[in-house]
């Protein structure tokens, strides 16, 4: 928000942490950036992975401090969270890229197609480790409820 009569910066405002949602979005977007094990835009996909400590981190982290105020089906659809706001993401990088880059700041001609890929990697090992995020998080539930 800018003041009107200065121009000057009173606060930033991000919608996507003061919309109406699902907690599952914030963890979700959280894992997506904070337990990978790449950038969001590295080109090299052999690099790109989840960091499963940081995900049982990041759970921790969450469910210690919300345990007791969501729902048993919210708390175990955590991983679900993370493996749908990282394939959004995908899908909106590619979507931008394929609008001709009209959303999405850009560094070079096809860093939007180089981020949906990035994201569909991380997809695809989330994906594969689902069953180790599911008992991290039933372990964490059982462990703070």
Same mark, same amino acid.
């Given at each position: *928000?800018?003041?009107? /009569? ?12 003061v919309m @109406?949602?699902?907690?599952?979005? /914030? !963890? ?14 590295? @080109? ?8 499963i400590d940081? !995900?049982?981190? !990041?759970?921790?982290?969450? %469910?210690? $401090?919300? @345990?007791?105020?969501? =729902? ?9 969270? @993370?493996?749908? *706001? =990282?394939?959004? &993401?995908? %899908?909106? +990088?590619?979507?931008d890229y ?5 959303? +999405? ?6 860093? &939007? ?5 990035? $994201? !569909? ?19 964490? %539930?059982?462990?703070?409820?």
């Amino acid at each position: *928000m800018l003041d009107v /009569d200065t121009g000057e910066a009173l606060c930033v405002i991000d919608l996507d942490t003061v919309m @109406a949602g699902s907690a599952l979005y /914030d !963890f979700g977007d959280a894992v997506r950036v904070g337990a990978s094990t790449a950038a969001e835009d590295e @080109a090299d996909l052999s690099k790109v992975s989840l960091d499963i400590d940081l !995900f049982r981190g !990041f759970a921790e982290g969450f %469910i210690s $401090q919300t @345990a007791r105020g969501l =729902t048993e089906s919210e708390l175990t659809s955590l991983p679900l969270g @993370a493996l749908v *706001m =990282t394939y959004e &993401n995908g %899908i909106r +990088f590619l979507t931008d890229y394929l609008d001709g880059d009209v959303y +999405f700041r850009i560094a070079y001609p096809e860093h &939007n197609l180089v981020r949906a890929r990035a $994201q !569909f990697k991380l997809v695809s090992d989330m994906e594969a480790r689902r069953d180790e995020m599911d008992r991290i998080v039933r372990e964490l %539930i059982e462990k703070y409820r």
